[in-house]
């Protein structure tokens, strides 16, 4: 659920909106209120007090309400707010279609040079990633990011064999494109977690 300033979502305010949610997600949203606005915390407050599932807003301060702490960094944090959880996954599908960008880029490089065979290469591998994020998007089905996963590292082994064969290796080269493997893995695991772990208003 987006917690965007009502007035700006629409005409529903968050209390109207809310009053749909059952007593189980209103006790969510109480639970994890640091990570909400104030207006949609005082609408969430004000259906649990109608509700009975709390006296007053000074419950929120019992151990019932307040968000167990971390007990340490993790590698894929979990996000219980819709709206944030909205923005995170929009900006790593944001990502990802920037890293179809690369082999697209570099086809280009290679049809300046004269080399069609990895023109082609790099064209195909662009426009597959960009169809595979975009199917992703749509249908957030896991086996379209494992898919990814394979084609990634396959891309990446490949254009690292030809690094290492030319005749002036460049450590360089081949440093930016494990970091960017990397990265790019990285988002994809993180986006599969995240879709697994969709908060319960969406």
Known sequence: ?????????????FYERYTDFTDGQIR???????NYQESAVTAAVKIAIE?????TEQDLLGPEYQSKPSTGLSLFPDITDSYQY?????????????????????????YSEGLL??????????????ALTFLLLKTE???????????????????GYRLFIQNTFQVVDLFILVIGTMLALYFLF???????SKPSQL
Not at 1 to 10: E, F, L, V, Y
């Open 117 to 130: 065979n990895m023109t082609f290469v790099g064209a195909v591998i662009g426009l597959i990633w960009a």
């Open 28 to 34: 969510e949203i109480l639970k994890n209120h640091r």
């Open 86 to 110: 909205k923005k995170v996954v929009a900006s790593i599908f944001r990502v990802l279609f920037f890293v179809a960008l690369i082999p697209i880029i570099f086809a280009t490089l290679k």
């Open 51 to 55: 509700r009975e599932l709390i006296h």
């Open 141 to 159: 089905k896991m086996f379209i990011a494992n898919v990814q996963i394979v084609l990634l590292i396959f891309a990446s082994f490949g254009i």
């Open 190 to 196: 993180y986006l599969k977690h995240l879709i697994r």
């Open 1 to 13: 659920m987006n917690n965007s300033d009502p007035n700006s979502d629409g005409p529903a305010s």
